[in-house]
């Protein structure tokens, strides 16, 4: 295996390629980000706000949105998937927990959002903690959905990728999910994302800034599967000792920095403080 691991399609292809690789997943993704979309604009027409200030249309916004990334990235790598496996029952199986997850956790936070009322850390009445609970339980499906492709690709990878390729994206999946999952249970225990003091927030993500937030370490444990082949797609070109010491290197740092702003934020402290 020692062609060229990762040659992206032209931006204007790469929903083609997409659709290619999985057609339902990615039909999932594009549906997940319209909705992300509508709800982006319904913050203008919709004042209301939650408790703690932020608009009822933020958080469906921004999970519509993650929910659509995490369907994409892995309808991509079901090119990765030889051709004759992308349609056995393992895999058919990890499909439909990915979309019945993921649409089960939209679903409620759209359905609380419409109510002007929190959908994560609501514990207010037996209704709202199984709710929660079943949230937490959803999350952990989804994100538990990387280990199957992480299996398949790493066992029979698709003809024609670099070993230290193939590494990077079973490292990466693997990685999505132990720190991706750890961390977002180890949040979803505590009363509420922020550690300390609250105040200022982070553009675009939110996150506080006077204090720690446990959603530094989350959004980044969740996303090592595209860090990570994005890493050894870099250095595809470079001789194989350096692509490997890349990879697992990459995958160590890559681990010691999430959990480093993990502790961070136990801790109380910022990441960007203001």
């Known amino acids: 295996m020692t062609a060229l691991a990762f040659d992206p ?42 408790a703690s200030g932020v608009g009822i ?27 004759e496996r992308r349609d ?6 990890t499909v439909f927990a990915l979309i019945a997850s993921g649409t089960f956790e939209l679903a409620y936070i759209v359905f609380q959002a419409a109510q002007g009322l929190e959908s994560h850390f609501n514990k207010s ?9 079943l949230m937490g339980l959803g999350a952990v499906i989804l994100t538990a959905t990387t280990l199957p492709l992480a299996w398949e690709i790493g066992r029979r990878p698709a003809a024609g990728l670099q070993r230290s390729f193939v590494a990077a994206v079973v490292l990466g999946l693997l990685l999505t999910f132990a720190l991706g ?14 550690v300390g003091q609250v105040g200022g927030s982070v553009p675009l993500f939110g996150w506080n800034r006077l204090g720690g937030d446990l959603r530094v370490a989350h959004f980044l444990g969740i996303h090592a599967e595209q860090a990570l082949p994005l890493l050894a797609a870099a250095v595809a070109g470079a001789p194989a000792r350096l692509r490997w010491a890349v990879v697992l290197g990459g995958g160590a740092v890559y681990a010691a920095l999430t959990l480093g702003t993990f502790y ?6 910022a990441l960007l403080p203001l």
């Open 125 to 133: 009445t037996p209704f709202h903690a199984i709710m929660y609970a």
């Open 88 to 93: 056995s029952r393992p895999i058919r199986a």
């Open 57 to 83: 249309w933020v958080k469906p916004a921004k999970f519509f949105i993650s929910v659509s990334v995490f369907a994409f990235t892995a309808a991509w790598f079901m090119g990765y998937v030889r051709p």
């Open 181 to 194: 999952g750890m961390l977002g249970g180890y949040m979803s225990s505590q009363a509420g994302h922020a």
């Open 264 to 269: 961070q934020a136990v801790a109380g402290r």
């Open 9 to 50: 399609p032209q931006p204007s292809r790469l929903l083609t390629e997409l659709d290619r690789r999985h057609r339902l997943l990615t039909r999932y993704g594009l549906l997940t980000l319209i909705l992300g979309g509508v709800a982006i604009l319904l913050q203008f027409g919709d004042p209301r706000t939650l």
